[in-house]
């Protein structure tokens, strides 16, 4: 029976070494993976969009430490072994059924897996995890001398203490190199007067070049853009238009995306008016609304807002009304 109890352990160990891996992946850039779990659609959130990402990663870790080591805690290892699958499975069938997502999340951003091959993998590694339950099963029935009763039994706990490190320290070195500072120096600082404040865009104040930009107060036209979408960029011409009518609100976009994409996104569509990064990246869904991808242009006054537009840039005299409509009121 010793061939079963090596096979137990070899294909434990394949599992676990997967879910470490993933988790590494994960944890090198935690906020990315948690705008990934925010493209499912099922929470919303920013706050628990954030713990699900990172109890997720903790999770994957935690149970593939367990494989790796051969802690089954009576079959418990194996039973959510196989709930994680399954319902990873199922949130991705539905996300892409529902929601047209075209990448899991399963590694982070850095191994782009689809939906199609994201299921057909879950697939392989529930039947792999059936024969490790299998293997195990078999063994109980056949107790023999466990093979690993030298001093190699340790090197298990050894490999799952190290997968543990090891996602630790992906987690703080990607914690460190996640950046969302602004390349023209845009920084956000914390709104100078003390009178309260409401609405989306009331917190939202900027400084570049000894200039201030607060979103909280006065008439604003945003515009919310990703830096990846080409539907933004080719609107930014449109937008820059608008400068040309002394009556149009102040102009601000406001970006979702890293330092490098924003500064691609600057350099090819060369907007006329001020950009910023979102500090909080996961706030862009919200401020996005019922629109179901940007950009989307919103009139704002004293940071609520007034009226909007989705996918295509308002005309001059449709912002001439809602501001006549909102002074009117």
């Given at each position: ?110 191994v782009t897996t689809g ?145 490098q994409q924003v500064e ?66």
């Open positions: 029976m010793r061939a079963f109890i090596l096979t137990t352990r070899w294909l434990e160990g394949l599992l676990g070494a997967f879910f470490i891996f993933a988790a590494f992946l994960k944890a090198l850039d935690l906020e990315a993976f948690a705008v990934q779990v925010q493209y499912y659609r099922v929470v919303t959130d920013p706050a628990a969009v954030r713990f699900i990402a990172y109890g997720a990663t903790a999770l994957e870790t935690i149970v593939g430490a367990c494989l790796i080591a051969g802690l089954r805690l009576r079959g418990l290892t194996y039973v959510i072994t196989a709930a994680l699958l399954i319902g990873f499975t199922g949130l991705v069938a539905y996300a892409w059924q529902f929601h047209g997502i075209e990448e899991c999340g399963c590694f982070g951003k850095y939906p199609a091959e994201t299921i057909a993998k879950n697939i392989v590694m529930l039947i792999i995890t059936a024969a490790a339950v299998a293997a195990w099963r078999m063994s109980e029935r056949n107790p023999v001398e466990n093979a690993f009763r030298s001093p190699l039994a340790k090197i298990p706990y050894a490999i799952a203490a190290l997968g543990l490190v090891l996602v630790a320290g992906g987690a703080a070195v990607g914690g460190s190199a996640v950046g969302f500072d602004d390349p023209e120096g845009g920084t956000v600082v914390a709104p100078v007067d003390s009178a309260p404040r409401s609405g989306p865009y009331a917190n939202f104040v900027f400084e570049r070049g000894g200039e201030t930009y607060d979103l909280g107060r006065g008439e604003w036209l945003v515009a919310l853009f990703s830096a990846d979408c080409e539907h933004c960029m080719a609107s930014v011409p449109a937008v820059n238009e608008l400068l040309l009518f002394p009556d149009t609100p102040p102009i601000a976009g406001l970006m979702f995306g890293d330092a691609l996104f600057r350099a090819m569509s060369a907007p006329e008016f001020p950009t910023f990064i979102l500090p909080d990246q996961l706030a862009f869904f919200d401020l996005l609304g019922s629109s179901p991808a940007p950009p989307r242009f919103v009139l704002i006054t004293n940071g609520t807002i007034a009226s909007y537009w989705n996918e295509t840039p308002p005309e001059a005299h449709e912002i001439l009304e809602a501001v006549m409509a909102l002074e009117e009121s």
